[in-house]
């Protein structure tokens, strides 16, 4: 098992096509990252659990409460198995291009009981049909997507399968206003070298493709959304509740 400290993983890069020959990238990490995904990006992440809370009381808060929720990019399942619990009558649509990843989810729906309410699909959202949901999360997915019209594209197909009014809680990193610096110290403390910080933040510095703010609100306007509140903001990651326009 990888060190908490250590960098992540590259993500894989998939380049396809869509019905307008544009073409978009769409992330997959490697099988071999899930085993160790989730105690690192406690590490990497500030705030990681207390946002998994907080997008599952969101959900479960609604009323009505929603009753199918679709989770793109469903990784290890750690908002998935959150809002299970605190959601017993909803059932789940996870999806995710990398095998190790749903792996590791299914293991933890079956392992407090879920599983029954999950559907797991291997492969990405635009191989999948467009049933409508009531809800819908992506989480820690946006920011590797370049914003050349990939960002859009995953933005509407989650739009395109949501019924009018449906929530969105999106959680991902935005381009700071000033620099990393805060994030850099929270890295120290939580057991990372200063050289294994200015590490992980070269890293989202350069290969990552973080928007400012005011685009990712634009992005999910052309998407079809509207945005509601932030409910969650540290050092370059926010969590916003959206709304199906």
Known sequence: MLHPS?????????????SDIRSKAITAFPDHAAASYDDRIEHLVPGYRLVLDLVASTLAARRPQPTSVLVP???????????????????????????????????????DGSDARVAFHHGFLDETGHDLHDAAI?????????????????????????????????????????????????????????????????????????????RLIGLLDQAGFHVREPFFRAFGYLGILAEKA
């Open 73 to 111: 990019g469903c990784g290890t399942g750690a908002e998935l198995s959150v809002a299970a619990v605190v959601m017993p009558d909803a059932l789940f649509t996870a999806i995710d291009p990398s095998r190790g990843m749903l792996d590791v989810a299914q293991r933890k729906v079956k392992a």
């Open 138 to 214: 992506l989480s820690l997915v946006l920011h590797f997507l370049p914003d050349d019209g990939a960002k859009r594209d995953l933005l509407s197909g989650i739009a395109q399968r949501l019924r009018k009014r449906a929530p969105f809680l999106l959680v991902d990193a935005v381009k700071p206003d000033a620099d990393d610096a805060a994030l850099h110290d929270w890295l120290q403390r939580r057991g990372n070298s200063s050289a294994q910080a200015s590490e992980v933040i070269g890293r989202m510095q350069e290969s990552w493709h973080r928007v400012p703010l005011e």
């Open 6 to 18: 250590k960098p992540q993983p590259e993500p894989i890069l998939r380049r396809t096509f869509d």
